[in-house]
Nanobody, 125 residues
Framework: AVQLVESGGGSVHFGSSLTLSCKASGNTFAGHNVGWYRQYPGDECDLVASIERNGRTYVRYDVEGRFTISQDNAKNAVYLQIDGLKNTDTAVYYC???????????????????WGQGTQVTVST
């Protein structure tokens, strides 16, 4: 299992940028697909960006151009940069690592993959 800790969330202004961090401990990301999920209140988790084991990246179509995922193997970290923050970006963001394909939409933290505790992003005008 991979222990994950997210950070970087908070209250931010509309149009600004922030970078979320996901750091692994206990194990590295090697052999895992790593993704960032967004959860609106009472909803399932939607995959917004991921890095596959082969290094290929994915960004959800409706945030493409604003969300960027990157990885620093030396730091055992995966990052999600969000530019041009919108009100619709207000959500809890989770980092997940799994040795299987990451689902696009699924219940959060329900017996699959390794998860962090989540970080809240709140966008205000």
């Amino acid at each position: 299992a991979v222990q994950l800790v997210e950070s970087g969330g908070g209250s931010v202004h509309f149009g600004s940028s922030l970078t979320l961090s996901c750091k692994a401990s206990g194990n590295t990301f090697a052999g895992h697909n790593v993704g960032w999920y967004r959860q609106y209140p009472g909803d399932e988790c939607d995959l917004v960006a991921s890095i596959e084991r082969n290094g290929r990246t994915y960004v959800r179509y409706d945030v493409e151009g604003r969300f960027t995922i990157s990885q620093d193997n030396a730091k055992n970290a995966v990052y999600l940069q969000i530019d041009g923050l919108k009100n619709t970006d207000t959500a809890v963001y989770y980092c997940a690592a799994w040795d299987q394909d990451l689902p696009g939409r699924r219940l959060c933290r329900q017996g699959w993959g390794d998860w962090g505790q989540g970080t809240q992003v709140t966008v205000s005008t």
